[in-house]
């Protein structure tokens, strides 16, 4: 198929809710996509942190595989191993132990609408409040949508849920804010669709002994930065604190469509039977394969990889002395490059005619969210192309 017969079949057949595809990607391996003239790229964005072992990753194809051809979904009426197996390991890799409890849903924004309904059952006296954060994302349904601290994202679709207040991302607001009439404190420990951007040294930590004062829920959306991308399982674990709740998703399935929100403590005697549920998720196909992904994330320890690899490509980075570049954000592999001039659009795009995939997270962000067994070579590779993009603007 032609290019032009590509992108006129997807303008006449998919809702116009994204821009015009950038390419026609046909298949991937390890740090490496092609599309559908053969053009290789060096995929650093890994579906927006969703590939956490690259493409075609054989443990991953065999885990699939295997499960697709014993038994692949059969509705929550019913347990299997791997579901099981998902939950216990869910519950140990986040420190909620013994007391934690995992429900399984199908993306990120359904883990934080069910982690919204969750804040909702918090509400023994007065607390009708629910804080998030200015220029956080939480997804893009009603409740998510209501978290997400981007009023341009909700104007079309108000009234949204009500009961959410948005503060500044500072420990005086937050002070200020936090008290007995508020059932949660919900947020993103790096702001990554805001352009990876870092909250103040000490937040997450008051924000635990604040909301620990209060009876309030502390609940983590660790949508993007879990699953090992900051260099460490959880982002909150840098801060050595623990949430009552936790929102994960992206990374945990390596590119199926799985997410979770897992509670600890007295935050998992709330919710009650049959007041929340799905049909497809936690299914056998989609949790043997997250049990794959953080067996090998685990064995591999990749963890450590990330913090490792973070560092040499932050120095990467900052090593171009280019006048654009202003800062490197973030954390581990999840990395925001600030601009000095609004031009991350133009960057992107350079960057891909390079055969580097990066992202634009606006104006002056880019983006940058490689696999999690991103090596020598690959760093490599992204220095030459980056630098090339870099020199073209």
């Known amino acids: 198929m032609t290019d032009v017969s590509w992108q006129n079949?997807?303008?006449?057949?998919?809702?116009?809710?994204?821009?015009?595809?950038?390419?026609?990607?046909?298949?991937?391996?390890?740090?490496?996509?092609?599309?559908?003239k053969g053009t290789q790229y060096l995929d650093f964005l890994a579906g927006i942190a969703v590939n956490s072992l690259g493409h075609a990753h054989p443990e991953v194809v065999s885990a699939v595989t295997k499960q697709i051809g014993t038994i692949s979904h059969v509705s929550n009426y019913f347990a299997t191993p791997p579901q099981i197996e998902l939950a216990e390991r869910l519950k140990r890799i986040t420190g909620a132990g013994d007391d934690g409890r995992v429900y399984f849903c199908n993306s990120g924004a359904e883990a934080n609408e069910a982690a919204f309904k969750l804040a909702r059952l918090n509400n023994k006296g007065h607390r009708g409040r629910i804080i998030a954060l200015h220029d956080s994302f939480h997804g893009r349904t009603m409740g998510a949508l209501a978290l997400s601290g981007k009023p341009h994202m909700r104007e079309s679709f108000e009234p949204v849920p009500g009961g959410v207040e948005h503060i500044d991302s500072t420990i005086k607001d937050l002070e200020a804010t936090i008290d007995n009439t508020v059932a949660a404190l919900f947020l993103e420990p790096v702001k990554g669709e805001a352009g990876v951007i870092d909250l103040p040294v000490g937040f997450l930590k008051r924000a635990r002994e604040l909301c620990t004062e209060h009876g309030v829920l502390l609940i983590i959306d660790e949508i993007q930065t879990g699953i090992a991308r900051t260099g460490a399982w959880f982002a909150y674990n840098h801060d050595e604190i623990l949430p009552d709740a936790v929102t994960i998703a992206k990374g945990m399935g390596g590119g199926v469509p799985i997410g979770a929100l897992v509670t600890f403590g007295w935050a998992s005697e709330l919710f009650r039977r049959g007041q929340h549920g799905s049909t497809f998720a936690g299914n056998p196909l989609v949790t043997a394969t997250a049990n794959a992904v953080l067996g090998v994330i685990e064995r591999d320890d990749?963890?450590?990889?990330?913090?490792?690899?973070?560092?040499?490509?932050?120095?990467?980075?900052?090593?171009?002395?280019?006048?654009?570049?202003?800062?490197?954000?973030?954390?581990?592999?999840?990395?925001?490059?600030?601009?000095?001039?609004?031009?991350?659009?133009?960057?992107?795009?350079?960057?891909?005619?390079?055969?580097?995939?990066?992202?634009a997270a606006n104006e002056t962000s880019i983006r940058i969210a490689p696999p999690l067994i991103v090596g020598d070579a690959e760093l490599a590779d992204f220095e030459e192309r980056f630098g090339r993009a870099l020199a073209s603007l």
């Not at 057949?13 to 391996?29: C, D, I, K, N, Q």
């Not at 913090?307 to 490197?328: D, K, N, T």
């Open 302 to 359: 990749l963890a450590a990889n990330a913090a490792r690899r973070g560092q040499q490509l932050r120095e990467i980075i900052l090593g171009f002395h280019s006048p654009l570049i202003e800062e490197v954000r973030g954390r581990g592999l999840l990395l925001g490059v600030g601009l000095t001039e609004p031009v991350a659009l133009k960057l992107s795009a350079a960057a891909l005619a390079n055969g580097l995939i990066v992202n």
């Open 9 to 36: 079949r997807f303008a006449d057949s998919m809702m116009r809710t994204f821009s015009p595809p950038l390419a026609m990607l046909v298949r991937g391996e390890g740090c490496y996509v092609w599309d559908d």
